[in-house]
């Protein structure tokens, strides 16, 4: 088998999207993770094969790939639960999580992404001593390395099947300034980042505009340091039967009184989120402005305007990874895949450049001149 065969096609297939870069993402193999394939809501991405430590010949060839594509690395992704409850599990991955450490510094990338996770058999008090003891150590081989971990703050909701929402505690603003302040004691806030999904704060009834706001109100408005760029349609007819929380109770994947042991049934966790929302690929979905205040889908527009307002961030060096999580067009076949990938790309490019020509007019030309910018607009706060 050729571990790397893969990153080579991906490289190719992404020159020929006009995509500049990619997110390299690996995972454990399906034999030795202990979340079975087919209880997963989305595939997961192991196209960087670390079952062998990634050596110095590797990153040789897949830097001549790079440089011949002319597409780079945004960062390097491993997403798992790094806080699992069993110990020997948590080691595997921590295991892992440093392999990837390894890799980013040979492939010259910077950032990892990935997940704190969550121990479901504790409360989340006990979570945040479990973070400075098991965690910790982790940022700390990260900043020996020179890296910094964006953390994404998926809640993860069907990733067990108990009644517990919130299986990644770095899941909204409140939690991830807990978690930094806990890092700064350490020595490494600088290493703890986020990295920031808008598709999430749907799923969790926010607003990006708000989210970014309450960062710089409380002075955390350096957090951020990159982002994936997904949406989420919420189904109002799912909330109006279920609410944000989802499915509570007969989904599948408890009989009775008794878990579930077939994986094909333990993901019907996941209706803890899917009865009331479906993941967007940038450009794929209708968009009503009014459901913006109903939280029921992502304004691109203004989350990428937002940002520039609120967030300390140099957009020219603040990647947006186009992540593709709509079910429906989720096909195999490259030929159908290419031009889905491309109208979304291209979606998402045009959206940014908007944004920063609204930002350059309002901020820079109109104020230069005293020139008032004209109406409200959104506000944070009101959604």
């Given amino acids: ?9 991906w490289l190719e297939f992404a020159r020929q999207l006009g995509s500049p870069n990619i997110e390299l993402s690996a995972a454990l193999h399906p034999a030795e993770s202990d979340v079975p394939a087919a209880a997963l809501l989305d595939p997961v991405a192991n196209t960087l094969d670390l079952r062998q430590p990634f050596s110095a010949a590797r990153a040789s060839r897949v830097r001549r790939a790079m440089q011949s594509t002319g597409v780079g690395l945004s960062d390097l992704a491993y997403f798992d639960n790094m806080l699992a409850a069993d110990e020997s599990v948590r080691t595997k991955k921590h295991e892992l999580m440093r392999r990837v450490f390894d890799a980013a510094v040979l492939l010259g990338t910077d950032a990892v992404t990935g997940f704190v996770g969550r121990n479901p058999l504790l409360g989340m008090d006990a979570n945040l001593v479990m973070f400075e003891e098991v965690f910790v150590p982790l940022l700390e081989q990260a900043k020996a390395r020179g890296l910094t971990f964006r953390v994404e703050q998926c809640p993860m909701p069907g990733w067990n099947i108990t009644d517990a929402w919130h299986n990644n505690i770095a899941y909204a603003p409140g939690p991830w300034i807990a978690l930094h302040r806990i890092c700064q004691r350490h020595g490494v806030g600088d290493q703890f980042r986020i990295h920031y999904d808008p598709s999430h704060a749907i799923l969790m009834g926010q607003d990006s505009r708000s989210v970014f706001q309450y960062l710089k109100d409380t002075g955390y408005d350096f957090l951020i340091g990159g982002f994936h760029v997904k949406g989420q349609v919420i189904d109002s007819r799912g909330i109006s039967a279920w609410g944000y929380g989802g499915q509570t109770m007969q989904r599948g994947d408890w009989h009775g009184d ?11 966790a996941w209706k803890k989120q899917t009865v009331f929302c479906e993941h967007e690929l940038p450009g794929t979905a209708r968009h009503d402005p009014l459901a913006y205040l109903q939280n029921r889908s992502v304004d691109w527009l203004d989350h990428q305007l937002a940002a520039r307002e609120l967030l300390r961030i140099d957009p020219q060096k603040t990647f947006l990874v186009v992540e593709h999580e709509y079910p429906k067009a989720r096909v195999q076949d490259k030929a159908r895949l290419a031009p889905i990938l491309a109208g979304s790309l291209a979606f998402t490019r045009a ?4 944004a920063a020509a609204m930002y350059a007019l309002q901020h820079e030309v109109l104020a230069g001149q005293g020139i008032p910018v004209q109406g409200i607009g959104r506000q944070a706060y009101r959604s």
């Fill in 1 to 9: 088998a050729d571990p790397d065969l893969a990153i080579e096609e």
């Fill in 258 to 268: 008794i878990p579930s042991s077939d994986p094909g049934e333990q993901q019907n």
């Fill in 351 to 354: 959206i940014d450049e908007a």
